[in-house]
Nanobody
Framework: QVQLVESGGGLVQAGGSLRLSCEAS????????MGWFRQAPGKEREFVAG???????????EYADSVKGRFTISRDNAKNSVDLQMSTLKPEDSAVYYC???????????????????WGQGTQVTVSS
């Protein structure tokens, strides 16, 4: 049974930083896309960042425009995990953050929630002004 478990959410002041981690169990996602989405109250779930295997030992990353330059996604294959380093946080970044993993090899990072097969339970991030 595949499980994704997020950790690292919390309350932080605007301008601060948080690091989210998502550890997968039940199968390895080394060569498969993994990403982060978020959902604020009353809004749809939206893409934040994602990675896919780019070959040659490197991962390709993609970010939503709203987080480019502030968030960094990274993979740790030893832990079968994906992390999201969030800096210069803004109140509008407040949401429940979800880790997601795809069971298909893709040549692109999908920004569509429906194309990911596995999801974590979510972790709350609250940024105070």
């Amino acid at each position: 049974q595949v499980q994704l478990v997020e950790s690292g959410g919390g309350l932080v002041q605007a301008g601060g930083s948080l690091r989210l981690s998502c550890e997968a169990s039940g199968r390895t996602f080394r060569n498969y896309p993994m990403g982060w989405f978020r959902q604020a109250p009353g809004k749809e779930r939206e893409f934040v960042a994602g990675t896919r295997w780019g070959g040659g030992g490197a991962y390709y990353a993609e970010y939503a425009d709203s987080v480019k330059g502030r968030f960094t996604i990274s993979r740790d294959n030893a832990k079968n995990s994906v992390d999201l380093q969030m800096s210069t946080l803004k109140p509008e970044d407040s949401a429940v953050y979800y880790c997601a993993a795809d069971s298909r090899l893709r040549g692109v990072v999908s920004t569509t929630p429906g194309e990911y097969d596995y999801w974590g339970q979510g972790t709350q991030v609250t940024v105070s002004s």
